[in-house]
């Protein structure tokens, strides 16, 4: 599929949400630098790959 | 033909058969350490062949062949020689290594473990076992060292089975003859307004973002499981001295960037190639690169996965050839008719996968896939919008796929169950929380956003 904003925008928003989630869950506050960074990461390399 | 209240005789015994099989496997009425599910499935199309024939409407091999699709077997084998080359390599070690790195960088402890959960979904193998068995050392080293921190055992757990849902979901966006191939061919093949191979696959990742973090979530806030302390203090040490002792080669890392760069560029370029041109190319690379023998490339089949297939492709052929699915579609229109509507229909049939999970997604995915493609092009028939077909379909899939981590007929869960030393099934329900809301999630990406 094609690469479109709509793809990153998702994949991203989601990864953050994914990332605050997962901070929440292992004891950390939802806002953690290091689980929202690696959310963030985690969406691009899924809109990219 | 016979009827029973307007319903086809023989189709109908074809489906009460058909869940029957499911629901006493899972029961444990059949035995499973004698007739696995997938040899009783295999069964139960020769019961309905036989049944067929009694009963004046026979029906031959080709009937059954037709709904064999050789395309996702062939990439699902080529995918386990990939993975069976890289885990020879000591890429998956590599990329353990480099996750113990990334945990000292900025992103620390929280950003690579949202990283680690992840990475089967990201690598997409067809299988999500590989992953799983590779790199479960790694989800129980951090998991370990995270309730060691907070001094709270269960933590322990939220990584391990976070990661173990991950990885059970990941064989449907898989190119490498995932689950969602078959949906995406069939759909394709009917002509399903602008459906292509690979049509599905960002609305699953995206979906299973979240399956994971909603199962993490939950045995946080709900269902926690507490590990046998003892058995992670030990696997955990064993795994630091087998890493000091082994360490890990260049091979490795070559390989393991070589398949990273390589499948990113399949995706981003799209050759005209087929799928399993590309990975016989990258197999022979790591082979020549790392060194390795065809036995260690062998060593990476897992025949479970191709049985499971195998006997759903058969299953629903018989299913076809004796009308099951215009039965089943006949009932879903009559429940339709409740307040349940076509939408609470589409939802249930949706979730069957994880109501009734099997050891692998492919048995129900490959069974039902015929009938659920029928249901959504009903639904637009009745005047739904074109675009039901896909979410339907999407959803489905995202919840076969992720279905055999729940499974206590030795599914996924059960590798991390194992590891941690938790009761079997333990981990089922908080992953059944986190699937069915991932499958809202596929459904509503694919609806707002087409196939992005």
Known sequence: MAYTIELFMVSVGVGLISGALINISIGYKFHNKGGLIGGLIVGLLMAIL | ????????????????????????????????????????????????????????????????????????????????????????????????????????????????????????????????????????????????????EHKQPALASIVVFGFIVNAAASCGPSPLGGIGMVGEGMAGGLGVAGVQLGSFVNAQQIAIMMITAVTMLSMSLVFKITPDELLIASEEKAEE???????????????????????????????????????????????????????????????????????????????????????????????????????????????????????????????????????????????????????LLTAFIVNAAASCGPSPLGGIGGIGEGNLGTAIGSSGRPQQVGIMIGTGIAAVIISFFGFI
């Open chain 2, 1 to 148: 033909m016979i009827e029973v209240f307007g319903l086809n005789l023989l189709g109908l015994i074809g489906l009460i058969l058909f869940f029957g099989v499911l629901i006493a496997s899972l029961r444990g009425w059949i035995p499973q350490d004698i007739l696995p599910v997938q040899s009783a499935l295999m069964l139960t199309a020769f019961i309905l062949i036989i049944l067929a024939f009694i009963l004046g409407k026979p029906i031959g091999l080709k009937d059954i062949q037709m709904n064999i699709y050789l395309h996702p077997i062939t990439a699902l084998i080529a995918g386990f020689l990939v993975a069976g080359a890289l885990e020879a390599a000591g890429a998956f070690k590599a990329a353990i290594n480099i996750l113990e790195k990334l945990s000292k960088t900025t992103l620390g402890l929280p950003g690579t473990v949202v990283i680690l959960v992840n990475i089967p979904t990201i690598f997409a193998m067809p299988c999500g076992r590989i992953l799983a068995a590779a790199l479960i050392p790694a989800a129980i080293l951090f998991g370990y060292i995270l309730a060691r």
């Open chain 2, 241 to 391: 001295k087998r890493e000091k002792k082994e360490g890990v080669s260049r091979e490795g890392y070559i390989s393991f960037f070589f398949f990273f760069i390589g499948i990113a560029i399949v995706f981003i370029t799209q050759p005209p190639i087929p799928i399993q041109t590309i990975l016989i190319f990258f197999v022979v690379v790591i082979m020549l690169v790392a060194k390795i023998s065809v036995k260690d490339l062998i060593g990476g089949v897992i025949l479970h996965p191709i049985m499971a297939m195998i006997s759903g492709f058969i299953i629903a052929g018989a299913l076809v050839a004796i009308g099951s699915f215009d039965v089943m579609i006949q009932i879903l229109n009559v429940l339709a008719q409740t307040p349940l509507g076509y939408i609470g229909v589409a939802v249930l049939i949706a979730n069957i996968p994880t109501i009734l999970p099997m050891p692998c997604g492919r048995i129900i995915a490959m069974a039902l896939m015929p009938g659920i493609l029928l249901f959504g092009l009903r639904m637009t028939e009745i005047g739904l919008p074109e675009i039901a077909t896909p979410i």
